[in-house]
Each structure stands twice: as structure tokens, then as C-alpha cells.
């Protein structure tokens, strides 16, 4: 007898994410440069919390992640009251989704923006809503046309994956006072801390009350394997989505290692340098090359070659190297890679490896 068992309206239209990869059949000495992972890794202190943890791990751990709240509140300058943490920020993300869009709603993001944007808005049912960029920067005057009395959430992420590229804070500022009553601008920052001095929208989410900002451990503090993330946001909508996220979701380990690894500002700092210093080497040599990016405000660099033929030449000729980047055709750039920035070993390897195919070298 067939069963009539249906999942939830949106979930079956959602192509599955795909992430960076990190192996090629037959190569060793693998350089991955396909995900935006900090190449100095996590900090020491954060990497002692975790082998400390485990001498309680028969321990469940803290519900309201208060420690680590209070860490971030001192370090970020943020009230630790209206911060919810997350199993990643894309846990945070998703849960904004669940709590405030379904079947009818709309979600809008734009067209390069992450790509775990139309997931959340079909895994939840809602439509999702693509709006044009402007030479591959967020567009304002455009989100503001496609919201209608349906958009539920806006999704920014600034400085934006995979362009690298950001808009200003008067820019933020307009479009979040420019959205329809019932819509919450959500800034994605995972890269905020790329950006030397920069807020992420922590002045806008305590000024206005439709702004929501959503960070990461998985960038810069180089945790990614462990997920954490956090948002920053009303107090009503800390207190919903608190409601709805697991009581144990990040586990003893996890907010141990981000406790540690915030308080760390050292380490932090000097992975902000180390990556704008190699980034603008790396986006100097390609220029030079005839490869073109756009000025780049996080940790990786969108490299424009002429067409697509030409992008996935390069990309073989990098795996034949034993170089993984990242193919962005499925972002709507399809003549582009986007490549993190190393240390200097992985930033001279691989822009040796364009030369190569450009024959320059
Ligand atoms: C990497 C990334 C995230 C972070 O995801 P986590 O779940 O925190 O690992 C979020 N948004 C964007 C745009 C990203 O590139």
C-alpha cells in the first residue's frame, strides 16, 4: 500500500549545499583554498579550552551559554542580554527563518548573496526573492523595490561571500529605514572582523528595532570545525528565537574553545593583518596577470577571468597543481574563482600556479 508521507511545502525544491572540497584523487600536499578558512588556525588558548574540556565531557553543558555571552559583550562592546548563540551563524540564520517566515512569506537576498539563503527560505516554506546587485555589490534602491508586504527577512551578508565586497554604513542605515513594518533587516557578518573598526551593524541594531546582525567563529577565529555563531539583535527576538533553538545545542567543548578564542584579541588581531597584507599581495599579483578582482574587504578574493571557459581552465590547471578553489557559477559568476588568502607560502603558490597558466611564468 503507498503512504501518502509528504514533507513540508519548500523543503524538496532545496539543492543541496555543497561545500568547499578538500581532496584530489592521487595528489598530496593538497592546498584548500576553497572555503575561507583561517590559515593560521585557531588560537592556542582557544585550542587548551578544548583539551580542558574533556576532562568533563560526561557533563551536559550550559544552556544559556552565559560565559561565553559575557565574553563577547566585553570584548565586542555588545549587551550580552541580547545576544542568542548558535551551532554556526547559519544556525542563527535559520532559526530567524523558522521563527518569522513560512508558506506565503518572502525572504530577500540578492543575487550573489550566500547560498544557504534560499535553503533556509524554502526549508521553511517561504519564497525566496532574488534581487540584481550592481557590479557585484548590493544594490539598495533594489532590495527596497522587491520588499513587499510579504518580505518577512532581509538577508545582507557585509562584507558579502563571494564578492568580497561590502556597502557603507549610511547605505545599511537607508535600507533598514526604508523596509516595509513587518520586515527585519538580518546582516550577515560573518567577515565583520576582516574589516579593521568595523561594527558590523552593532550601532543599527541598538538604534533601530528591525535590525538583526549574525557573527561567526568559523572565519577569522579559525573554528569551523567546532560551529559556533552568534546574533545580536532586539531583545523581543532574542527571547523568540531562544524559544526555539535547542537547550543544548553548543556543546561544553564549543563554548569553551569561542570563549577563549574571543578573549584572544592578540591572535585575532594578528590574523586581521596577516590576511589584509597577503590579500592585497595576492589581488596585486593576479592584477597583474590580467586577473581582475574587485577590492576586497574579507578573507578570500574574487578572481574575474575573461569567460567561463577561461575560469574552469584555470581552476584544472590549479587542481592539477594540487590548488582548490572555489567555482562560482552556481552564484551567478560563472567567469570567476574565489580563492582564500593563505599564509604566504599558499598566496605565492598559488598565484605562481596563474602565472603558469597565463603563461607568465
Ligand atoms: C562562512 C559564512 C557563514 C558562516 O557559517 P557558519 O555556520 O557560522 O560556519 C555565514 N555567512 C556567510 C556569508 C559565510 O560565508
Redesign the pocket.
Known amino acids: 500500500m503507498a503512504n501518502s508521507i509528504k514533507p513540508q511545502p519548500g523543503i524538496l525544491d532545496i539543492a543541496l549545499y555543497v561545500g568547499g572540497a578538500s581532496h584530489l584523487d592521487g595528489v598530496r600536499n593538497v592546498l584548500k583554498l576553497s572555503?575561507?578558512e583561517n590559515p593560521l588556525g585557531p588560537s592556542d588558548a582557544a585550542k587548551e579550552a578544548v583539551v580542558r574540556a574533556t576532562h568533563d565531557l560526561h557533563r551536559y553543558p550550559s544552556t544559556d551559554h552565559a560565559a561565553l555571552r559575557t565574553a563577547i559583550g566585553d570584548v565586542w562592546g555588545v549587551d550580552p542580554a541580547r545576544i542568542v548563540c548558535?551551532?554556526?551563524?547559519?544556525?542563527?540564520?535559520k532559526l530567524l527563518a523558522e521563527a518569522y517566515a513560512g508558506p506565503g512569506d518572502e525572504i530577500v537576498f540578492t543575487e550573489h548573496?550566500?547560498s544557504?539563503y534560499p535553503i533556509y527560505a524554502n526549508s521553511v516554506g517561504a519564497t525566496p526573492v532574488v534581487v540584481a546587485e550592481n557590479e557585484r555589490v548590493v544594490d539598495v534602491d533594489a532590495v527596497l523595490a522587491a520588499c513587499t508586504t510579504k518580505t518577512k527577512l532581509v538577508f545582507i551578508?557585509n562584507p558579502?561571500?563571494?564578492t568580497g565586497t561590502m556597502i557603507g554604513t549610511a547605505e545599511v542605515a537607508r535600507l533598514a529605514e526604508g523596509l516595509p513594518s513587518q520586515a527585519m533587516l538580518v546582516l550577515?557578518g560573518?567577515?565583520a572582523e576582516f574589516v579593521d573598526g568595523f561594527d558590523a551593524g552593532k550601532a543599527l541594531v541598538e538604534s533601530r528595532d528591525n535590525v538583526f546582525m549574525?557573527r561567526?567563529?568559523?572565519?577569522i577565529y579559525g573554528l569551523?570545525g567546532m560551529?559556533?555563531?552568534w546574533g545580536y539583535g532586539p531583545q523581543a527576538v532574542i527571547d523568540v528565537l531562544n524559544r526555539i533553538r535547542g537547550p543544548f545545542n553548543l556543546s561544553a567543548a564549543a563554548l569553551a574553545a569561542a570563549e577563549a578564542a574571543v578573549r584572544d584579541t592578540e591572535h585575532t588581531e594578528k590574523c586581521r593583518t596577516e590576511n589584509a597584507r597577503w590579500r592585497d599581495w595576492l589581488a596585486n599579483a593576479l592584477a597583474k596577470l590580467g586577473v581582475p578582482s574587485d577590492t576586497s574587504t574579507a578573507n578570500f578574493i574574487l578572481a574575474r577571468f575573461t569567460d567561463e571557459a577561461e575560469a574552469s581552465a584555470c581552476d584544472e590547471h590549479l587542481r592539477e597543481a594540487g590548488i582548490i578553489v572555489r567555482k562560482v557559477a552556481g552564484y551567478g559568476l560563472p567567469n570567476c574563482l574565489r580563492i582564500t588568502v593563505g599564509d604566504e607560502s599558499a598566496c605565492r603558490r598559488v598565484a605562481h600556479a596563474i602565472a603558469q597558466f597565463k603563461g607568465a611564468a
Open positions: 572555503s575561507n548558535g551551532v554556526g551563524s547559519g544556525d542563527v540564520l548573496g550566500f544557504m551578508a558579502a561571500n563571494p550577515d560573518a567577515y549574525s561567526t567563529f568559523s572565519k569551523g560551529r559556533i555563531g
